[in-house]
């Protein structure tokens, strides 16, 4: 159960266990990552780079989130944003080997709209430096 209730002094009191409570949280990430992740899909749409596609939730351990439907094509999203833990360079390297590691039929969309114009033209020559497949890359955004 998501939360136990108890009677104290005749009001109703709820307690939540420190496991419901991570759930919880996960279930928000979650589901604001859906919600980002779907706006990525709708710019990309509205710019022309995709087609219509569903979302997926296949329980595989693909990591893909849409299916392009009339290609068939499973479309990886991805949206930049440096931190000062997570800069920039190092995230064009985890996205770069993330296409390395997937198979032909992913697809990336790379939601460029946390970058400032001078991050957006270093973030792409890094991942063509790195070697990166661009041929499976998508940008929005840009």
């Known amino acids: 159960a998501i939360g136990s209730a108890m009677v104290a002094h005749g009001a109703m009191v709820l307690g939540t266990s420190a496991v419901e409570t991570g ?3 996960q279930s928000l990430i979650s589901s604001a990552k859906k ?3 779907m706006k990525s899909y709708e710019d990309a749409r509205r710019q022309g780079k995709i087609g219509e596609a569903i979302h997926m939730d296949d329980g595989t351990v693909s990591d893909a989130d849409l299916m392009e439907i ?3 094509q499973r479309i990886d999203i991805k949206k930049p944003a440096p931190t000062l833990l997570n800069p920039l360079k190092r995230q064009a390297k985890n996205i770069s080997d993330n296409i390395r590691r997937t198979t032909s039929e ?3 969309l790379i939601d460029l709209v946390n970058l400032s114009p001078d991050e957006k033209i270093t973030f792409i020559q890094q991942l063509k ?3 990166t497949d661009m041929s499976r890359v998508v940008f929005c955004n840009e």
């Open 23 to 25: 759930q919880q949280v």
């Open 35 to 37: 919600e980002s992740e």
């Open 70 to 72: 009339a290609t068939k």
């Open 106 to 108: 992913t697809r990336f």
């Open 129 to 131: 430096e790195l070697g």
